[in-house]
């Protein structure tokens, strides 16, 4: 059974670029999460999704973050225009929340790089 | 500019001997909590949880234990290996919220 994926697995782009990352949830799941991990701040909650609605996107940092679900298994975080302290790794988590317990499971990332 | 990072603790341990990583959490009304561990280059990987209606729970080769009268949680592992060298988070659920907080977490380093 697939995990989380995530694409791409890393990306270099200038700054002023729009970015977009991808994420498949592991079927049958029903919440995601994306997180951004830097060695300054560690893992911090950008936005979540339950049932594909946005349901706390208190973490997402301004306005140039968007993050979106089209489907129940498809989302993007989108980044425009892209700064140089964007910089970080970026993952996504899928959940299915099952008698109070809520475990996620996190992709294998996505390494932005903005110079 | 002087890079301050987060300093995260460290604990080195000799092959084959237990590790015992330990968490303070803050929620008093947290009643879930997740150890999670993650590789260099890899995203966090599920290891175990445990429920605030337990105090201790096993895995293969890892235990959990919570304290809530000192909100406390520490995950122990035994006959520790070098695949376990990572860093390892600690995350609490607290009610009808989804979201986890995690802990900033512990670098664990296995000597051989």
């Known amino acids: 059974d697939a995990g989380v994926i995530q694409s791409p697995r890393h990306e270099v782009t200038e700054m002023g670029q729009e970015v977009t990352l991808r994420c498949k949830l592991i079927?049958?799941?029903?919440?995601l999460f994306w997180y951004r991990q830097t060695m300054m701040r560690g893992l911090e909650l950008l936005i979540y999704?339950?049932?594909?609605?946005?349901?706390?996107d208190s973490g997402m940092p301004e306005d140039r973050f968007s993050a979106k679900m089209p489907n129940a298994s498809f989302s993007t975080l989108k980044i425009q225009p892209s700064e140089p302290r964007d910089s970080a790794v970026y993952f996504c988590?899928?959940?299915?929340?099952?008698?109070?317990?809520?475990?996620?499971?996190f992709g294998p990332g996505t390494r932005l790089t903005v110079l | 500019g002087e890079n301050v990072g987060l300093h995260l603790p460290t604990l080195s341990v000799q092959e084959g001997d237990n590790s015992i990583i330990n968490c303070a959490y803050s929620?008093?009304?947290?009643?879930?909590f997740i150890w999670y561990k993650q590789e260099s280059g890899k995203g966090p990987q599920f290891i175990i949880d445990?429920?605030?209606?337990?105090d201790k729970r096993q895995g293969q080769r890892v235990t959990v234990l919570l304290n809530k009268t000192v909100k406390h949680l520490s995950l122990q592992i035994a006959a520790t290996q070098p695949g376990d060298s990572a860093v390892y988070f600690c995350?609490?659920?607290?009610?009808?919220?989804?979201?986890?907080?995690f802990g900033s977490g512990t670098q664990l380093t296995v000597l051989p």
């Open positions: 988590a899928s959940s299915r929340p099952v008698g109070g317990t809520d475990t996620q499971y």
């Open positions: 079927s049958g799941h029903n919440s």
């Open positions: 999704f339950n049932n594909n609605v946005p349901i706390d």
């Open positions: 929620n008093s009304a947290s009643d879930y």
């Open positions: 445990i429920r605030s209606n337990m």
């Open positions: 995350a609490e659920n607290s009610g009808s919220a989804r979201q986890l907080t």
